[in-house]
């Protein structure tokens, strides 16, 4: 099993950026595909970026691509998501994710979920 906390979420004017976290509980954590999703009101979860257990395979959603890098580093159990060039379309609630083996952008793919942490961003 994992437990997920994200962390780092936050009020930012257009064009800025902020890191979100996501430290995980599971010893097997490397053994883990890591996905980050958001999600905005009256709308559905969508993928934003995943990355591979080893962190050797990244993936993005076209609209965060060039703008958003995520990143893991199994021996501290955590991923992250630098956001830059933040827009107002990217105002969400963002969540992590595990599943094994491999990413896939489907939400209802993934086992394990945090508690999300809200991204504003100002116009």
């Known amino acids: 099993q994992a437990q997920l906390v994200e962390s780092g979420g936050g009020l930012v004017q257009a064009g800025g950026s902020l890191r979100l976290f996501c430290a995980a509980s599971a010893r097997t954590f490397s053994n883990y595909a890591m996905g980050w999703f958001r999600q905005a009101p009256g709308k559905e979860r969508e993928f934003v970026a995943g990355?591979?257990?080893?962190?050797?395979?990244?993936y993005y959603a076209d609209s965060v691509k060039g703008r958003f890098i995520i990143s893991r580093d199994n021996a501290k159990n955590t991923v992250a998501l630098q956001m830059n060039s933040l827009k107002p379309e990217d105002t969400a609630g963002y969540y992590c994710a595990a599943r094994r083996p491999v990413v896939t952008t489907t939400p209802s793919d993934y086992n394990y979920w945090g508690q999300g942490t809200q991204v504003t961003v100002s116009s």
């Open positions: 990355i591979s257990w080893s962190g050797r395979s990244t």
